[in-house]
């Protein structure tokens, strides 16, 4: 079975652009996450969609937005992007909304704001 | 969410027995501990989870006592492979959401 796959793997992009990050989940799970990874920290949770539904939201502003298709799979959205956007984003998917610990994280997609 | 306190690196040798403690002294009655594996520019992997006592899997064994106020990730005759950061996570899973906390866990480095 296919993990969780994420692209594009690297992207570079200016100060001010928009960015849209593409992640499919494990086929039968339902719910994804998004984390924000900065080099030598945790990641940090962005957002959980549950069902096509936001389920949870982290500490982020605005810029940063997300929604679920029909077919589980997601986009991460950053407006106006600022040079500490540069991170690592990791998708991770589950089973079910709520009750595990237990997620599966893709790859990530690198992004360098310039 | 309880916060927790790992040390900051580890060092090790292959073929030994490496135990990463963790503490979470206001874990809730509720919270589990769960340990977290990240190998660079790769997403964390999940490698165990307990309530209390001792879990054990084809992987690690997660010692927890009786106060559940620390935990153990015990990883049994490491190799070099087994370089990466490992992270202790404390909560409780809830119908509301998957969040995940995570702190800046331990960097484990495994030399010959």
């Known amino acids: 079975d296919a993990g969780v796959t994420q692209s594009p793997t690297h992207l570079i992009k200016t100060r001010g652009q928009h960015v849209t990050l593409r992640c499919s989940p494990i086929?039968?799970?339902?719910?994804v996450s998004w984390y924000q990874q900065v080099l030598g920290q945790g990641p940090q949770f962005i957002f959980q969609?549950?069902?096509?539904?936001?389920?949870g939201r982290g500490n982020f502003p605005d810029r940063f937005s997300a929604r679920q298709f029909p077919n589980y799979s997601s986009e991460l959205n950053v407006n106006a992007l600022l040079l500490g956007d540069s991170a690592l984003y990791l998708c991770?998917?589950?089973?079910?909304?709520?009750?595990?610990?237990?997620?599966?994280f893709g790859p990530g997609t690198r992004l360098t704001v310039t | 969410l309880a916060k927790t306190t790992q040390p900051i690196s580890m060092d090790s040798y292959e073929g030994q027995e490496v135990n990463i403690t963790c503490s979470h002294n206001?874990?809730?009655?509720?919270?589990?501990i769960t340990w977290y594996q990240q190998f660079p520019s790769q997403g964390p992997r999940f490698i165990i989870q307990?309530?209390?006592t001792k879990v054990t899997n084809e992987v690690a064994s997660l010692f927890i006592p009786a106060d559940r106020k620390s935990s153990t990730l015990s990883l049994p005759r490491v190799s070099l492979s087994d370089t990466a950061v490992y992270y202790c996570?404390?909560?409780?899973?809830?119908?509301?959401?998957?969040?995940?906390?995570f702190g800046t866990g331990t960097q484990l480095k495994v030399e010959l």
């Open positions: 969609y549950y069902e096509k539904e936001e389920r």
């Open positions: 086929s039968g799970h339902k719910s």
């Open positions: 206001n874990i809730a009655t509720n919270d589990y």
């Open positions: 991770a998917s589950s089973l079910g909304g709520g009750g595990t610990y237990e997620q599966y």
């Open positions: 996570l404390v909560g409780a899973p809830t119908g509301g959401g998957n969040k995940l906390t």
């Open positions: 307990g309530y209390k």
